[in-house]
């Protein structure tokens, strides 16, 4: 997606550990600048150690509330299921209803990351490749490696969408995509 710009929010810190109310404040970030930086998909890699086996959308009102706002702006929100390999629950905010909980999946189409009944998609999650803090590459799997796939997959199909129709898609018809194709 050339059209695509990044926009990097920091919510955890260096060892991954962080606030609700943090990640929180970067999705509004994201959807009360959207129109400024062209915000069409928000990419949580990470995932909370409790997990549901339903919605939990009563979890954390104000965390679902701004992921609503952001759904209601048009803009895909991703998040992570876990790692933790639990195979009937996942974790917040992967589990809150308008979220595209996405979990990981390896050569063999086998996942081994957490998901369930509720769990939109699967992808590529294991033996990636990816940039290595202080420089190179090194290679990780997790549910925090297929999501950005996802991500990356939403922007591609807004930008397809604007440049052929002059439309462009809503979080929902991105998901029915992703799961009729």
């Known amino acids: 997606a050339p059209g695509a710009n990044l926009i990097a929010i920091k919510a955890l810190n260096s060892a991954g550990n962080g606030l609700l109310s943090d990640v929180t404040l970067g999705i509004e970030w994201c959807t009360n600048n959207a129109t400024t930086f062209n915000i069409t998909v928000i990419s949580m890699s990470l995932s909370t150690a409790a997990l549901f086996n339903n919605h939990c959308d009563a979890e954390d009102t104000t965390l679902t509330n701004a992921i609503n706002d952001a759904i209601a702006q048009n803009i895909t929100v991703v998040a992570a299921t ?90 929902d018809n991105i998901t029915t995509t992703f799961n009729t194709t």
Do not use: W
């Open 82 to 171: 876990g790692n933790s390999g639990n195979t009937d629950s996942i974790g917040l905010p992967a589990c809150v209803e308008n979220v595209t909980s996405v979990g990981a999946v390896g050569d063999t189409d086998s996942p081994i990351y957490n998901r369930n009944h509720i769990t939109d998609v699967l992808a590529p999650g294991v033996t990636i490749t990816a940039t290595k803090n202080g420089g190179g590459t090194e290679s990780l799997s997790g549910t925090s490696m297929s999501t950005p796939h996802v991500a990356g997959a939403v922007a591609l199909l807004q930008q397809f969408m604007k440049l052929a129709e002059n439309r462009s898609l809503t979080p």
